[in-house]
């Protein structure tokens, strides 16, 4: 079936270094693909999405590129923050209206 | 913020019981989705409603039970409830944008308490 892997963590940077967590995914066809965010005792924010091969999502300097070739979908951030001390989930969506597939989620923590 | 609104943030229950999980959806949103959030399972798609019908299910137990309303607010329902039922439940509802691409929005969550 459709699923989404990703580097689970715990990642702990120090700030502004530079921030990949990957991402691939399982799926037949063509799906969205989403990073969304958790802050702590939060719910969930869209972070950024890319609906078709070789689109870049990007957001508060957040950035991931649909590769079809390699079915990755890679989260990057030049210079993390405090901040952005989250869990990032991956995710795909088939086709419009349909469920999230979420990947385990990624726990980021970034210290001074 | 989000624009969807779920009611109640913290509920703390006993085994046994049943509690009702209110969601209310962006304006204009016609599809609501709940999904559950607990450690050992993740985030999880339990069931999503279409301007009142129901159109997908996912994992939802038997005991679990979900409705929308002709205003477009759903209600989820937890019955017979046990202690692996403690978790972290979202509502989303979804837009399709300019682009032919929908967007789940997600609420805040309810977080479940079984004792």
């Known amino acids: 079936g459709d699923s989404v892997t990703q580097m689970e963590g715990p990642v702990t940077l120090s700030e502004e270094a530079f921030l990949t967590i990957n991402c691939t995914y399982t799926?037949?066809?063509?799906?969205?693909l989403f990073w969304y965010v958790q802050y702590p005792g939060e719910g969930l924010q869209l972070l950024l999405k890319?609906?078709?091969?070789?689109d870049k999502g990007s957001n508060k300097g957040f950035e991931a590129t649909y590769r079809k070739e390699t079915t990755s979908f890679h989260l990057e951030k030049g210079s993390v923050q405090v901040s952005d001390s989250a869990v990032y989930f991956c995710?795909?969506?088939?086709?419009?209206?349909?469920?999230?597939?979420f990947g385990p989620g990624t726990s980021l923590s970034v210290i001074p | 913020d989000s624009g969807v609104t779920q009611t109640p943030k913290h509920l703390i229950t006993a085994t046994g019981q049943r509690v009702t999980l209110r969601c209310s959806p962006r304006?204009?949103?016609?599809?609501v989705y709940w999904y559950q959030q607990s450690l050992d399972q993740g985030l999880q798609f339990l069931i999503q409603?279409?301007?009142?019908?129901?159109?997908a299910k996912g994992n939802i137990l038997e005991r679990f039970s979900a409705q929308q309303f002709p205003d477009l607010h759903s209600e989820l329902n937890l019955s017979s409830l046990e202690l692996g039922d403690s978790a972290l439940y979202f509502c989303?509802?979804?837009?399709?944008?300019?682009?032919?691409?929908?967007?789940?929005?997600f609420g805040p969550g309810t977080r479940l308490l079984v004792l």
């Open positions: 989303a509802s979804s837009v399709v944008g300019s682009g032919g691409g929908e967007t789940q929005y």
């Open positions: 799926a037949t066809g063509y799906p969205s």
């Open positions: 890319a609906t078709k091969a070789d």
């Open positions: 995710a795909l969506r088939k086709t419009s209206y349909d469920k999230v597939i």
């Open positions: 304006s204009g949103d016609l599809s």
């Open positions: 409603y279409y301007n009142g019908e129901e159109r």
